[in-house]
């Protein structure tokens, strides 16, 4: 062969590596999330009451907030999420707006037949610019159910949901 078939022939098995490499999939962890697994290999039932507003603010829907808790609660493994409607069901049978006390979680639990109730709480709310939003995370356990499983570390959970480091740098 001559050189300039060679030549040829070298172009064509460069390209061809080249469209090959540029169509093969790439996984892009950038924007999401590591899944979630609560420790143990008991499988956990929790329920997500109405969340309480303390911000003073008009515009927190209670329902709205909590039923954005329970999707978030849902990508959890090892979880099972009881809906808010259920427990605002609860609250009517048991004739209270809202958990005040640990005893009132409690009865809801043990109404709905759920391990604990979540019970979240809106402290700070300004939907203007920037928007604002301050809460806190309460989860009331049922006596006796807390020996067979152990409680989740908060931070733990923190750390499995976070992005690792690495994920967010561009793969080249």
Partial sequence: MTNTRW??????IVAACLVSGGCAEKSE???????????????RVWAVA???????????????QADILYQQMQTIEGL????????????VSLQIEQVQTPEQAIAVAE???CQGLVVATVTQFDP???????????LFERKGMREQTP??????LVRQGAPSPTAAMPQQ
């Fill in 7 to 12: 030549i040829a022939v070298i172009i064509l």
């Fill in 29 to 43: 962890r950038y924007g999401r999330e590591n899944t979630l697994r609560l420790p143990g290999a008991e499988r």
């Fill in 50 to 64: 109405p969340v309480i507003n303390l911000s003073g603010q008009r515009g927190v829907d209670p329902l709205l």
């Fill in 80 to 91: 099972t999420v009881i809906p808010v409607d259920r427990v605002a069901q609860a609250y």
């Fill in 111 to 113: 109404l709905l037949g």
């Fill in 128 to 138: 203007y610019n920037p928007p604002k939003f301050a809460g806190s995370i309460q």
């Fill in 151 to 156: 409680a989740p570390n908060p931070r733990e």
